[in-house]
């Protein structure tokens, strides 16, 4: 059985994708602002965010928010919170590759209990329960069960312009391609994970990526069967700004090869 919050949070994804869809066919006419070298937003973005918080925090008014465009709003409740990313691949989005996605999430006490992911260009909804298994339109999900590393296929996140990871992504990118089957680079974090939630992808790991990409893809690996741990840090995966993710027969040696530093 869904719960009510998970009712919630798909109408506000389904609403979110509609608009996007909409820019989507006309976004040569869209405008763009510039956050930083190689990081673009959009009224797409904005718009998007907008609808997901009136829906989320109508139907739920005591919840906390955080959400790449708006930030952070505490709630009369302490223990929930959404966390939103109203469009993942942006880049993607503005060069017209059918590649983006929204991002849901609830955090209670500090975990991630729910999450929806919808790549509204393809129409297909993942969602996930703590308790209640992964979803896709309806097709429950596993994990693949691939457990050599060079029949593996790990899609990672390569950091644009100026961001200060991009040597050790380089490095992991050095070590581990020649022990698989190939990396992908698709430009959605969220949809990275949701894909080897699917069993798509054999596993995932990016440095420098932020709350909002990845709370919802956490919950879905986990109920596919997977791992997801911070590369670095202590406390939760969500915070942690890095992440390495794989099946369960593949993610020691992953996370081996990715933890390695010299
Ligand atoms: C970005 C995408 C990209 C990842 C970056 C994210 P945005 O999110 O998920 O794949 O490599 O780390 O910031 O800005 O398009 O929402
Ligand atoms: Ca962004
Ligand atoms: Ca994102
Ligand atoms: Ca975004």
């Known amino acids: 059985m869904q719960s009510a919050n998970m009712n919630v949070m798909i109408k506000a994804a389904r609403k979110a994708g509609r608009s996007l869809v909409k820019d989507f066919r006309e976004v040569e006419n869209l405008q763009v602002s510039v956050k930083g070298a190689g990081d673009f937003v959009s009224r797409a973005d904005r718009e998007s965010e907008r609808i997901i ?29 959404w966390i939103v990313d109203p469009l993942d691949g942006t880049t993607n989005f503005l060069h017209g590759l059918p590649h983006w996605a929204v991002s849901i999430a609830l955090e209670h006490k500090g975990e991630i209990v729910a999450g929806v992911i919808f790549d509204a260009a393809k129409d297909e909804l993942y969602h996930a329960e703590k308790g209640n298994g992964a979803w ?16 593996s296929i790990f899609a990672t996140g390569i950091p644009f312009a100026g961001r200060g990871t991009l040597p ?9 391609s020649p022990q698989t089957a190939g990396i992908r680079r698709f430009g959605s ?3 990275d994970l949701a894909y080897v939630a699917a069993g798509r992808y054999d596993g995932y790991w990016e440095r420098g990526v932020n709350a909002w990409d990845v ?20 406390g939760p995966v969500v915070d942690a700004g890095n992440i390495v993710c794989a099946n369960a027969a593949l993610f020691g040696d992953l996370a081996g090869i990715i933890r390695t530093r010299d």
């Open 53 to 81: 918080k009136e829906e989320l925090r109508g139907a739920r008014p005591t919840y906390g928010w955080l959400g790449e465009e708006t930030g952070e709003e505490k709630g009369e409740d302490p223990t929930r919170r």
């Open 136 to 151: 896709m339109n309806g097709q429950r999900l596993r994990v693949s069960g691939r457990r050599q590393l060079i029949e």
């Open 168 to 176: 050790a992504s380089l490095q992991d990118l050095a070590r581990l």
């Open 189 to 191: 974090a969220a949809l």
């Open 215 to 234: 709370a919802a893809g956490i919950v879905l690996i986990k109920e596919a069967g997977g791992f997801a741990e911070a590369i670095r840090g202590e």
